[in-house]
């Protein structure tokens, strides 16, 4: 590899949406970003490894570039940087893996690959001492990792609130703004190019939590298993929530925490939270993505942008080209600039202990006594009620079957399952409560 000349090498895997991004990014700003190295550092795309060399592209990369091996990609002495954009966790575990056993910086935006099977990774590029970059793998255009892993390196984390799924954004967005049903918005979401033919990360929650996993693993030092996180969706929030959110003051959306304990523990998970209508976070619409860290330094601070999409995520991966020629150019000697892991292990939160306020709605038969019967079950377990509320259908004001609702006082979510579980049984309620939790944010 060579250590002196200023063109650096590369090859991209995957030339997709992002892949093609990303040519199309050095070719419009390559002078400039060369100009901004100080003139030392120029990249050029060598090789492309594609599932389809034939398919017509969305960037004019010369045919000959074009490979489906990415062994002899990753072999090749004119690749000195890997770029992985193929997504998955498989053969792009393979390729990465390759690729820094081969001495080789590595940048990717692929979260589940990092989230799922990073730990083997940050070790594998530990032990080559050769720098895996993943800007680009959260929040897109957003440069949070970089905020995370040096803007911030003087602050204790304390805390980190997300939105970082566009999709579900998008989709609860329109499920609040339009009163749509989940549905109905997801399918327009779809048709705008918002969500993916498969969307079943996005709103499951596993996208954001992959994010979230990453960002958690970087302000904590350790790489956190993907079983210790608890993950909830936004396929099964209803119009009817987000209505009486609505008249409570708050908005609903897939909100990302990761929060550090007096004991050292982390708190980390991903869920359809209330936030308060005022809150900053509230107003975080459409396709973009936020992300709020609070540290013990610098106070709240707050990232805001695009966090998918092909331009903005090019901008990221781009940026972390530029890191690794630096680290291939002039700071081969002394350690990478790339996540090493700090701690050995931390400790997961169980999110049985985690605490916060809640929502809760009991659809019940409207009979004398049952807000007393579900009051004095709560009250057992020791979980003050601030509010209840019960919306009379003015076309139906004697309706056999309503929803009761319950604002509950902060309590660890174990202490409210046990409560529940007791409530369920009483012959009153006619379905599975719905719980959201309200978060003081
Ligand atoms: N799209 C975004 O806004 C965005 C934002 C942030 C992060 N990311 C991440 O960036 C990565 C790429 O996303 P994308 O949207 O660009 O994906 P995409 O449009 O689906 O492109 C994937 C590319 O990878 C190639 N590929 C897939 N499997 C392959 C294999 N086994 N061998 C060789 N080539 C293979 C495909 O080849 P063919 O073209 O021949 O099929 C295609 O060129 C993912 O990890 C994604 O999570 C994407």
Known sequence: ?????????????????????????????????????????????????????????????????????????????????VVELIGGTDVAYELVAAALMAGKPVVTGNKALLAERGADLFELSRKHDVPIHFEAAVAGGIPI???????????????????????????????????????????EAKELGYAELDETLDVNGWDAAHKAILLGTLAHGFPIDPEEVYVRGIEYVRPLDIRFAKNLGYVVKLLCIVREHEDGSIEIRTQPSFIPKTHILASVNDVFNAVAVRGDGVGDSLFYGRGAGQDPTASSVVADLVEAGRFLRQASEGGHRGFLPYREQGVIKPIDETETAYYVRFPVTDRPGVVADIASLLAGAGIGISGTHSPVDPDEPDAEFVDMVFLLHTCPFGTLKGALKKIEALDCVTERPVVFRIESL
């Open 1 to 81: 590899m060579s250590k002196n000349g200023t063109t650096i090498g590369l090859g991209i895997a995957g030339f997709g949406t992002v892949g093609a991004g990303v040519w199309n990014v050095l070719a419009r700003n390559g002078g400039l970003i060369s100009e901004r190295a100080g003139g030392a550092l120029k990249f050029e795309i060598r090789r492309i490894v594609v599932r389809d060399p034939e398919k017509v592209r969305e960037a004019a990369a010369p045919a000959d570039l074009f490979t489906t091996d990415w062994q002899s990609m990753v072999a090749d002495p004119g690749v000195e940087v």
């Open 145 to 187: 990792i970089k905020a995370v892993q040096e803007s911030l390196v003087s602050n204790r984390i304390d805390s980190i609130a997300g939105i970082i799924n566009g999709t579900s954004n998008y989709i609860l967005m329109r499920m609040t703004e339009a009163e749509l049903d989940y549905p109905d918005a997801l399918k």
